[in-house]
């Protein structure tokens, strides 16, 4: 058997098995295979390197811890505020709650959810525990409320509905259910990878910070950390990224409810960059494992649409940073002298661009 060991990341012995197709055998729908489902459980006052326990200070149901074994000292993340929510200011005026449906319960265990109506007749996440050996069946393998497949929106049930807060179609609200680390790399700064095997679809976070008109942060280079709140750019794909599958029949309803000028342009944004949550420190690669998915709950106006980050394939733990695609077109950040703003990529993928933008 072709074997190999190498020194893990946290400095154990990693075995690795070269494995052989058989003749014949389909193409994987996946790239990549793990038969070892096992976490990694060691108590975070034991991480080589931690230099904040808890980055969340416990807003969020698991602690975040970080690690510094880059920078002599080691520091913590500093320069922001942690906040587990979207803060929104006053002069932002949110649309009122949309009608709900009249389940009682969970609205899987309904024939006639109006918020399933809304997202093509069936509901947008796995709602059902698929049979699990008793060693599986626990919180980070859990099947339910995995995103069954990208759409253009996924419509929650929100306040006016009547099922129960725990209803499988409010999964974005739950909060974190991933034990995530944030760690300094060399060349990104702060970097976030989990411990946990987190499988496709399984909702990771939202991107929190300060709900802004994007004319307010124009020309705002020196911050890392705004996410234009773009649905229909987010569907549509950049550079020749395919249309998400299932998404065609509510981009054109959607496109019909706001003016094609509303479309184009997103009009705000989430500013991450003094107040925000673990979202911020997840960086770009050109082979992300994360995609983003706009979520309507209470509200429809997906100018304003919640952004959510969700795994898109089988995620190891402490394998892999956790990343998305942050969409950049090239050559499009232009700075105050007119000339165009360049920034390499580091993101290692054999494929990557070279540059974020
Ligand atoms: C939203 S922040 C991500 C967290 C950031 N690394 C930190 O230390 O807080 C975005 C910034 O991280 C860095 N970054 C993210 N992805 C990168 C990549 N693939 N290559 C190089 N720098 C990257 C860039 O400075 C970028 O402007």
New binding site residues.
């Given amino acids: 058997v072709d074997c190999l060991s190498e020194k893990g990341v946290r400095g154990h012995l990693v075995f690795k098995f070269r494995l052989k197709r058989l003749e014949g055998q389909p193409p994987l729908t996946t790239s990549r295979v793990l038969f070892n489902r096992g976490d990694v459980h060691m108590p975070i006052s034991e991480l080589p390197g931690l230099v904040c326990r808890d980055i969340s200070y416990g807003q969020e149901n698991i602690p975040i811890p970080a690690t510094n074994l880059v920078d002599n000292p080691p520091v913590p993340?500093s320069g922001f505020v942690y906040s587990k929510s979207l803060q929104i200011p006053e002069y932002i005026k949110i649309p009122a709650d949309s009608i709900g449906c009249n389940c009682k319960g969970d609205c899987s265990s309904s024939t006639h959810c109006l918020c399933a109506v809304h997202n093509g007749s069936d509901l947008p996440y796995v709602s059902r525990q698929k049979k699990l050996s008793a060693k599986h069946v626990d919180s980070t393998h859990k099947n339910i409320g995995r995103l069954v497949e990208p759409k253009a929106v996924v419509f929650e049930c929100g306040a006016n509905c009547s099922c129960h807060c725990s209803c499988v179609n409010r999964t974005s609200q739950q909060g974190l259910q991933y034990h995530l680390e944030v760690f300094k790399t060399e060349?990104?700064?702060?970097?976030v990878r989990t411990w946990d095997t987190i499988l496709p679809g399984a909702l990771i976070c939202e991107y929190t910070g300060v709900l802004r008109r994007n004319a307010e942060v124009e020309g705002l280079l020196d911050n890392?950390?705004i996410f234009d709140i773009d649905c229909l750019q987010t569907i549509k794909g950049l550079d020749g990224r395919k249309q998400r599958s299932g998404s065609e029949l509510h981009m054109a309803s959607l496109q019909d409810e706001h003016d094609s000028e509303a479309s184009q342009a997103p009009e705000y944004c989430i500013d991450?960059g003094s107040i925000g949550n673990i979202a911020?420190?997840?960086?770009?690669?050109c082979q992300p494992n994360l995609f983003i998915q706009c979520i309507l709950s209470s509200h429809r106006d997906i100018k304003l649409a919640k952004i959510m980050l969700v795994a898109a394939d089988t995620i190891p733990p402490l394998q892999q940073e956790l990343s998305y695609d942050?969409g950049y077109g090239m050559d499009s950040v232009i700075g105050p002298d007119g000339n165009v703003v360049k920034?390499?990529?580091?993101?290692g993928a054999s494929d990557c661009r070279k540059r974020?933008y």
């Fill in positions: 993340p060349l990104k700064g702060w970097a890392n950390y991450a911020r420190f997840i960086n770009h690669s942050y920034l390499a990529c580091h993101c974020l």
